[in-house]
Structure formats: structure tokens, C-alpha cells
Nanobody
Framework: QVQLAESGGGSVQAGGSLRLSCKIS????????IGWFRQAPGKEREGIAC????????YYADSVKGRFTISRDTAKNTIYLQMNGLKPEDTNFYYC???????????????WGQGTQVTVSS
């Protein structure tokens, strides 16, 4: 059974850091890329980062480039999203997904985690 489970969300002040985790099961990171999306109520979903299963190459949306870092620990079946320099506009629900990763961002995603809330106060 394919599952993705996010954790690590919370509330921080602007300028602070959080590390989100995405624990996967039921499939192999050797065959699927993992992407991170975020979505606030009433707003469009935004693909912010992904990491390729082929060579570990990464993609970042302009909105998070230079502040967020995606990484993976294949031994732990876990993907991380290190978020530094958080801003109030980063307040969102964050999801990890299974799919592909291109130079244009995460694609062909088919399974989602339940999400984790990140709140950044000014």
C-alpha cells in the first residue's frame, strides 16, 4: 500500500526554520521522484520543490529558491524539506507527493500525503 506521511510542521516566527519530513512506504525511491507542494485555502496549489530518483537532481520554485533545501535518505525512506528564512507568506499546508521531477517542477504525481501545516508569524 502506497503511503506518504508528512511531519515537522508547526508555528515559527519570521526568519525561523523548520524541517519537514516525508516518510514513504509501499514503493521505492529508486523508481519515483518526490515533490513538495503547498496550498493555502482558496489559493492554487504550488509545486515548490522536487528531487529526482535518477540522479538526485533538484528543482525549486523561485518563491523558495535559496531558502529551502530538499534532500533524501533512502535508507530511512524519508525525504526532507529544510526551510530556512521563513516568511509569513510561506504559511501554507505542505504536502509531499510521488511522481516525477523535471526542470519545470514536480509532474505526474499520483499519491499524496495528508499534509502538514506551517504557520509563520511576523
Amino acid at each position: 500500500q502506497v503511503q506518504l506521511a508528512e511531519s515537522g510542521g508547526g508555528s515559527v516566527q519570521a526568519g525561523g526554520s523548520l524541517r519537514l519530513s516525508c516518510k514513504i512506504s509501499g514503493f521505492s525511491l529508486a523508481y519515483y521522484a518526490i515533490g513538495w507542494f503547498r496550498q493555502a485555502p482558496g489559493k492554487e496549489r504550488e509545486g515548490i520543490a522536487c528531487i529526482s530518483n535518477h540522479d538526485g537532481s533538484t528543482y525549486y520554485a523561485d518563491s523558495v529558491k535559496g531558502r529551502f533545501t530538499i534532500s533524501r535518505d533512502t535508507a530511512k525512506n524519508t525525504i526532507y524539506l529544510q526551510m530556512n528564512g521563513l516568511k509569513p507568506e510561506d504559511t501554507n499546508f505542505y504536502y509531499c507527493t510521488r511522481g516525477g521531477c523535471t526542470t519545470d517542477g514536480p509532474v505526474n504525481y499520483d499519491f499524496w500525503g495528508q499534509g502538514t501545516q506551517v504557520t509563520v508569524s511576523s
